[in-house]
């Protein structure tokens, strides 16, 4: 299943989280639609990046393997300015999701 960590500061400022236990931040199941390169994923948020900045996200590898092969590493330039991720509506567990390029 494809989940993503968002930045700190995102997550850490996020309506309703009170700062005690992020496993209680209601962030945590709220979706993304994360597109790089021609190739869109639905990623859930499950977690904080401490080493995120503000917009940064932190892929799983199932995920990241939609956009490239996990020896890639980093989404880098030139494409990275091409990252666009937006909000989706509705809340929950996402179903198992594959991709076919």
């Known amino acids: 299943m494809p ?3 968002v930045g700190y500061q995102l997550f850490d400022n996020w309506p309703g989280y009170a700062g ?3 496993n209680l931040n209601p962030i945590c199941g709220h979706h993304l639609n994360i597109t790089w390169g021609g190739r869109s ?3 859930e948020v499950t977690d904080r990046c401490p080493g ?3 917009r940064d996200l ?3 590898k199932a995920a990241f393997e939609v956009f490239q092969p996990l020896s890639t590493g980093v989404l ?3 494409k990275n ?3 666009v991720w937006t909000w989706v509506n509705g809340y929950g567990r996402l179903p ?3 991709f076919t390029p």
């Open 3 to 5: 989940v993503v960590a």
């Open 20 to 22: 005690l236990n992020p």
């Open 41 to 43: 994923v639905i990623a």
């Open 52 to 54: 995120c900045g503000e």
């Open 58 to 60: 932190d892929l799983s």
């Open 76 to 78: 880098e330039a030139p």
């Open 81 to 83: 300015e091409d990252i």
């Open 96 to 98: 198992e999701m594959s």
